[in-house]
């Protein structure tokens, strides 16, 4: 049974790729519908080193439709997604975080920080080791070991922008990014790291090369699955 | 005389209601029951109206709990808080009778008898017949109690004053059930009840005076109050009016967000997505009938002035845009304008490029948008926003260029009007 399913589901992109141009002359695939995403989530090598805009290809599928839905229902603020996304329906979400997981990353090419080797040291602690007196689990920990994000739903770390990643970090200190998540991990995470160390990370995380791909689910230890379970679940955030 | 009168129907309503509650009490006698197959095919139907008015698009904030309320609505009065009309006891409407929802929403008062201001459109709903606002009560009814209390509305003064909105209701409010028009079909007069009763298209689709009132039940378009959407006229062959298309394509744009000639965006495409898409056959249909015949026929209308030669700066001017619409909009649109039917909308000859005012053109090149997500038209092809790639000069070019190229007539789109265009309720 399994193996036709599996059968089943290997035959669905040979079908999207055999999808006869219409009559129009254009073809009839997610890539021509995801056209205003690629607009600012393009292609690394067309993106401005300084540019806002993350990476989403090659992101854990269920962290990027959990966006895209709370990006649709205000649990995620930022205008322009609020207004693309206004009248999308769960199932084409879920179509359009698939394809973008899928697609082989296109990352930007490390930037060598401007740290202080005291500076990295206490990055390089936080990442890998963490915090236990400030109860700061290490970001590897939750992100996974290589930092490229777990299966389904945490986010990879690195060919992020360092623009990108300093805004998040101010969205969730001001507790502005999940409203209404409880618990809000991140954001008590965010909010316990001083400034000195927020800048730090956001400088030091571009320096690293993108590699390898998401952890399995099982990357995560029980405890922190508990402690992030609204973003792993979704449910609690679901209407 | 007027004043007399309605004294005089006034006390005469007060018999019907005490008659009608102590009628509803047995009503509520029976509902304790288990329920009937009469009770729910009541509340069915009840489901079914309160989609087509799309209560919900009110009563619902973004990711909110259905019908919970809460949702802000800024006008120039102030801003106004939907209520929550879940069936809490303390929250909602849960104490509320049949009688006080018929109250509601017939004459547009509160069960407490305070006057309703209109940001709730009574003024709409007044057309709305017993049976179905009973069935929209009963539907409300059956959903689960949300314990949600929202914050208070911020009138600004002086339209706190209640004494004002006793006037502007003397002055504006015709209440009355729809009445139909012995001389058209059925489906015309089914139209007409949910065009301009249960679906309030007048709340958007008319422009509104300083006091906020619907100039008139005509459907002569208007900016949205509260939106930052301009609502086009429904009548006017220069806008939205489609006394012209097939009743096919006015129910293919309706139901599925999306026909050959245009696609739905903004506050429409919200609407189309909440509401239309889930209508019957039979009432779409009558919808589509019913603005088929409201709208001018090309002809009733200003002949289009004859094509004057234009001035050599303007020639630059739209040359400019030509430019910026080779660049980012032609590989989708087409050459000529003529766009992809059904997937890229064309732009030559599409009113709503060429309309008056150019607003809801310009925010769809800043913002961009994907049509709504319908049965129709399960997975729509999108335009990206360009507020961060093309310059306000830019967009007034390319936007001038389209509303004057290919047989189009428009007037000229300035950088200001473009910045005047920004805003979202986000």
């Known amino acids: 049974m399994k193996f036709f399913a599996f059968i089943l589901l290997a035959m669905i992109p040979g079908l999207a790729s055999a999808a006869e141009p219409s009559s129009s002359g254009l073809s009839d695939t997610l890539e021509e519908r995801v056209k205003p995403c690629i607009i600012c989530h393009r292609d690394a090598d067309r993106i401005d080193r300084d540019a806002y805009f993350p990476r989403i290809a090659g992101k854990p599928a269920g962290y990027l439709f959990n966006q895209l839905r709370n990006f649709r229902d205000g649990r995620r603020y930022y205008q322009p997604m609020a207004i693309l996304l206004e009248n999308m329906s769960d199932e084409y979400m879920r179509e359009i975080a698939d394809y973008f997981a899928a697609q082989p990353y296109a990352y930007l090419e490390p930037v060598v920080p401007a740290l202080t080797p005291d500076e990295i040291k206490s990055v390089e602690t936080l990442m890998y080791s963490g915090d236990p007196e400030r109860d700061l689990p290490a970001c590897g920990a939750c992100h996974g070991e290589k930092l490229m994000g777990v299966q389904p739903a945490i986010p990879g770390l690195l060919g992020l922008p360092h623009a990108y990643l300093a805004a998040q970090f101010g969205g969730w200190r001001n507790g502005g990014i999940m409203r209404g998540q409880i618990p809000d991990c991140m954001s008590e995470i965010a909010k316990k790291l001083t400034q000195e160390e927020v800048n730090a990370l956001v400088q030091w995380l571009p320096g690293l090369p993108v590699s390898g791909q998401s952890a399995g689910a099982d990357a995560l230890t029980p405890e922190l699955a508990q402690r992030c379970r609204t973003i792993l679940s979704g449910k609690e955030v679901t209407r | ?426």
């Open chain 2, 1 to 426: 005389m007027r004043n007399l009168s309605e004294a005089r129907l006034t006390s005469i309503w007060r018999i019907i209601v005490c008659v009608a509650g102590g009628l509803l009490s047995l009503v509520q006698m029976a509902s304790a029951q288990p329920l009937t197959d009469s009770d729910t095919e009541q509340v069915r139907r009840g489901e079914y109206l309160a989609r087509a008015g799309n209560c919900m698009g009110c009563h619902t904030t973004r990711g909110g709990e259905s019908y919970a309320g809460g949702r802000k609505l800024n006008t120039p009065f102030g801003q106004f808080v939907t209520p929550n009309i879940t069936p809490d006891n303390e929250t909602g409407i849960g104490s509320w009778s049949g009688e006080d929802f018929w109250q509601a929403l017939h004459y547009g008062k509160s069960k407490d008898g305070r006057n309703l201001y209109p940001a709730f459109p009574y003024t709409e709903y007044t057309k709305i017949t017993r049976p179905d606002a009973d069935a929209i009560f009963a539907y409300l009814r059956s959903l689960p109690p949300i314990a949600q209390t929202n914050p208070p509305h911020k009138i600004n003064p002086p339209y706190d004053n209640q004494a004002l909105l006793y006037l502007w209701r003397k002055w504006y409010f015709n209440e009355g059930v729809y009445q139909p028009d012995k001389s058209k079909s059925d489906e015309w007069n089914r139209g007409n009840y949910l065009v301009q009763g249960l679906g309030h298209c007048n709340a958007c689709h008319t422009p509104r005076n300083v006091w906020g009132a619907s100039q008139d039940d005509q459907l002569t378009g208007g900016k949205i109050m509260g939106s930052y959407w301009y609502a086009p006229s429904l009548i006017s062959p220069l806008e939205a009016g489609v006394s012209e298309w097939p009743v096919e394509d006015i129910v293919e744009l309706l139901s599925t967000g999306i026909n050959s000639h245009a696609v739905t965006s903004g506050s429409m495409a919200t609407i189309v997505r909440q509401s239309l898409q889930y209508l019957s056959d039979y009432d779409i249909r009558s919808i589509a009938v019913y603005l088929q015949s409201l709208g001018e026929k090309k002809g009733d209308a200003k002949a289009p002035r004859k094509a004057r030669k234009m001035p050599e700066q303007v020639r630059q001017y739209l040359a400019l845009g030509q430019e910026v619409y080779e660049k980012h909009c032609q590989d989708c649109h087409g050459q000529s304008g003529e766009g992809i039917p059904k997937i890229y909308p064309p732009l030559a000859g599409n009113r709503n490029v060429t309309m008056s005012p150019p607003l809801n053109t310009i925010r769809n090149v800043l913002y961009g948008g994907y049509p709504p997500t319908t049965a129709g038209n399960p997975r729509p092809h999108g335009m990206p926003p360009y507020q961060h790639f093309i310059r306000d000069t830019e967009i007034a070019q390319v936007v001038s260029y389209i509303r004057n190229a290919w047989g189009n007539r428009g007037s000229l789109v300035s950088p200001e009007d473009v910045d005047n265009s920004r805003g979202s309720e986000f």
